[in-house]
Nanobody, 124 residues
Framework: VQLQASGGGLVQAGGSLRLSCATS????????MAWFRQAPGKEREFVAV????????YYADSVKGRFTISRNNAKNTVSLQMNSLKPEDTASYYC??????????????????WGQGTQVTVSS
């Protein structure tokens, strides 16, 4: 199983980035997919999750209204559109796959497969 995150970069505050996560080796349409992020010296934190069918989506309060998660089950990809970026959004962003009930959607423990992370840096 491979999850490959891409699309990170350096952007000014107020700008936008779109992250993508390409997957292989798993039945993508059976997995709930999430994005987490981790800033230096901080714990990994939940950003957003989209269920296997796309029928349910949840966001962290800190990104609600600014970020949009989506998925394409035909292309085995999940994306995160990030608008109105703030310096506090600076972190490495990770995509993750979850196969079923367990911990809450916002808990990293729920997810069984992880991508390698892509760095997002927002300058003020």
């Amino acid at each position: 199983v491979q999850l490959q995150a891409s699309g990170g970069g350096l952007v000014q505050a107020g700008g936008s980035l779109r992250l993508s996560c390409a997957t292989s080796g798993l039945t993508f349409s059976a997995y709930n997919m999430a994005w987490f992020r981790q800033a230096p010296g901080k714990e990994r934190e939940f950003v957003a999750v989209i269920t296997w069918s796309g029928g349910r989506i949840y966001y962290a309060d800190s990104v609600k209204g600014r970020f949009t998660i989506s998925r394409n089950n035909a292309k085995n990809t999940v994306s995160l559109q990030m608008n109105s970026l703030k310096p506090e959004d600076t972190a490495s962003y990770y995509c993750a796959a979850d196969s079923g009930p367990g911990a809450s959607y916002s808990s990293a423990n729920r997810y069984v497969y992880w991508g390698q992370g892509t760095q997002v840096t927002v300058s003020s």
